[in-house]
């Protein structure tokens, strides 16, 4: 008898650990999608877009 009350307690535990681990996986994850919205929603310097124009175009092959 005492073996399956310390199972349940055991798999409470452990439904409790999955979804605090779940509930910090998607905060992690929506904290990191909303910096790289704000970061891509900031202008480049013109340094930087030189930098991606030299990274893109040579990758286009001329006809």
Same mark, same amino acid.
């Given at each position: 008898?005492?073996?399956?009350?310390?199972?349940?307690?055991?798999?409470?535990?452990?439904?409790?650990?999955?979804?605090?681990?779940?509930?910090?996986?998607?905060?992690?994850?929506?904290?990191?999608?909303?910096? @790289?919205?704000?970061?891509?929603?900031?202008?480049?310097?013109? @340094?930087?877009?030189?930098?991606?124009?030299?990274?893109?175009?040579?990758?286009?092959?001329?006809?």
């Amino acid at each position: 008898m005492m073996v399956s009350e310390f199972t349940f307690s055991s798999n409470a535990f452990v439904v409790v650990g999955l979804c605090l681990a779940m509930f910090q996986t998607f905060w992690i994850m929506s904290v990191l999608a909303k910096n @790289r919205r704000q970061r891509g929603a900031q202008p480049l310097s013109s @340094r930087d877009f030189q930098k991606e124009l030299d990274r893109i175009l040579p990758t286009i092959d001329p006809p």
